[in-house]
C-alpha cells in the first residue's frame, strides 16, 4: 500500500456509507478515502413502505455531497465501466481512472421482473420509492372500488430467487390495516403466495409462527411452497399446474446483482464470492465486497452494516499492523410494521450450502434468537427511520459512537421484556 492508503468506495447505500463514514472515524487522517456513486442522494429504502400509504418518496433523500465533503470524502458521480485488479484502477464511464490501494465494492443489487414472463407488464412491484408509486395507485383502486361494493381480490408474490422478502410482509400486514381502518377490509380478499418452505423463511420458525398467526387473525390467505412460472392478465401461473386469479398483484421481484464486474468471482446472479467473515472477495487481498453485492444469502441493510463493520475493521487491522479478530457475525435485526404494531426479531444465522435453504437459524442459539410482537416497537421503527438518515446526514456511522450505543442499550432493553 502507499504510504497513506488509498480506499475507494462504490456505491452510495447502506454498506457503502458505513464503510466510508466509519473507516474515517475510526482512522482519521491515517487513510484518504473517495467515493463513487453514480447518484448524489442516499435513499433510506426501509421507508419506503410508507409510499404506498401517502408517504413522499423526496422525504426518504439524504444528499451525499454535503456530508462527504464535511469528512474530506472526495466524490465521484459516475458510473462504473471496470475495475482492474491487477492494476487497482477502476475505470468509470465518462474516462476518469481513480486508482485505489483497498477497493470496497458496496453497489448492492438489483430486480429482474423480466426473469418471470409477464410479471412486469401485470404486477406492481415493489424496490424503488418510484415503483411503491405504482403500489399506492393499485392500493387506492382497491380501496375505492371496496367502499363502491365491488369484491376485489389483491395477490402478493414472492418468486423464486428473492433474497429479503420481509418488506412485502410489511407491506400485505399495512395494506390489511389500513383498509380496515378506511372500512373496505370485508370486500377485499388478500392473499400471499411465497416460493419459500415458510414465511420469512430464513428466519426460521419463531418468526414463522407469529407470520401464521397474524394472517389467520387479519383474514390473509397464506400459501407456501407455490413457485411462480408465468402471470398473464389477472392470473398468476405456478410450477405444479395451478393458477390464482387477481385483480391487483403485488411481486417483489428476483434479486440481481446491481452492476456486473467482470474482473471478480460472481455466482450466476452477479454476487461477489467473498470471505463470509472480512467480505474480501474470494482471491482477492484488497477487494471487500460488504452488503447486497456479495453472495451472503439475505440481503438486508442491519446485516449490511454488520459487513460495513468488518470491512472496517479489517483495513483497520491492516493499516496498524494488528490481527484481524472482529469479522461478520450474521446476527440479523429487524423490526417489522404493520400500522396497528410492529414485530421484533433477533436472528442469529449461519450458512448451510443448500441452495434450497442456504442460511438457517444457529442451533443452540436460543437466548439470542428473539421474536416479540407489540405496538411498542412501532416506537423502535420510527426511531431507526429518523437516526439512520441523520446520522448519514451528519457524516457519521450508523452502527457506532454514542448514538448507536445509546440505541443499542434501549433495543436490548424492550427486547427483554418485549421479545422471547
Not at 458496496?106 to 429482474?112: C, E
Request: contains cysteine; glycine residues 8%.
Amino acid at each position: 500500500m502507499t504510504a497513506t492508503p488509498r480506499v475507494l468506495v462504490l456505491g452510495g447505500g447502506f454498506a457503502a456509507l458505513e464503510s466510508a463514514f466509519l473507516l474515517r472515524m475510526r482512522l482519521h487522517d491515517d487513510v484518504d478515502i473517495s467515493l463513487v456513486c453514480d447518484r448524489d442522494q442516499f435513499v433510506f429504502r426501509p421507508n419506503t413502505i410508507y409510499v404506498p400509504f401517502g408517504a413522499d418518496p423526496d422525504s426518504l433523500l439524504v444528499d451525499l455531497r454535503a456530508p462527504l465533503h464535511k469528512r474530506s470524502i472526495p466524490f465521484h458521480e459516475g458510473r462504473v465501466a471496470d475495475v482492474d485488479t491487477d492494476a487497482k484502477l477502476v475505470a468509470l464511464e465518462d474516462g476518469q481512472r481513480l486508482a485505489y490501494d483497498k477497493l470496497i465494492v458496496a453497489t448492492g443489487a438489483g430486480m429482474r421482473p423480466d426473469e418471470i414472463p409477464g410479471l412486469s407488464e401485470h404486477a406492481s412491484t415493489i424496490w424503488t420509492a418510484g415503483s411503491m408509486l405504482g403500489v399506492r395507485a393499485a392500493f387506492e383502486r382497491v380501496r375505492d372500488a371496496a367502499l363502491a361494493g365491488t369484491d376485489q381480490r389483491v395477490l402478493f408474490l414472492v418468486p423464486p430467487n428473492n433474497k429479503c422478502s420481509g418488506p412485502l410482509y410489511e407491506i400485505v400486514f399495512m395494506l390489511e390495516t389500513w383498509l380496515r381502518r378506511a372500512g373496505a377490509h370485508d370486500r377485499v380478499r388478500i392473499t400471499w403466495s411465497t416460493y419459500e418452505h415458510s414465511f420469512i423463511q430464513a428466519f426460521g420458525p419463531r418468526l414463522h409462527e407469529v407470520v401464521t398467526a397474524e394472517f389467520a387473525e387479519r383474514g390473509i390467505d397464506g400459501h407456501v411452497e407455490e413457485v411462480v412460472t408465468e402471470v398473464r392478465a389477472g392470473e398468476v401461473a405456478y410450477a405444479d399446474g395451478s393458477t390464482r386469479e387477481f385483480d391487483e398483484l403485488i411481486a417483489f421481484p428476483p434479486y440481481v446483482a446491481a452492476v456486473d464486474y467482470g474482473g471478480l468471482p460472481t455466482d450466476d446472479r452477479g454476487f461477489v464470492h467473498t470471505d463470509l467473515h472480512s467480505r474480501l472477495a474470494e482471491d482477492c487481498d484488497d477487494v471487500y465486497v460488504p452488503g447486497d453485492a456479495g453472495d451472503f444469502p439475505i440481503k438486508q441493510a442491519f446485516l449490511a452494516f454488520l459487513q460495513a463493520d468488518a470491512v472496517a475493521n479489517h483495513i483497520m487491522a491492516e493499516v496498524h499492523g494488528r490481527d484481524f479478530t472482529e469479522g461478520f457475525d450474521p446476527v440479523s435485526m429487524c423490526i417489522m410494521e404493520m400500522f396497528d404494531k410492529a414485530v421484533f426479531a433477533q436472528v442469529p444465522v449461519e450458512l448451510t450450502g443448500d441452495p434450497a435453504m442456504p442460511v438457517r437459524v444457529r442451533p443452540g442459539a436460543d437466548d439470542d434468537y428473539k421474536v416479540g410482537v407489540s405496538p411498542v416497537w412501532r416506537l423502535g421503527k420510527k426511531m431507526l427511520g429518523m437516526t439512520v438518515p441523520m446520522r448519514f446526514h451528519s457524516g457519521e456511522p450508523f452502527h457506532a459512537g454514542t448514538a448507536w450505543q445509546v440505541m443499542d442499550v434501549g433495543i436490548k432493553g424492550m427486547s427483554g421484556v418485549l421479545a422471547d
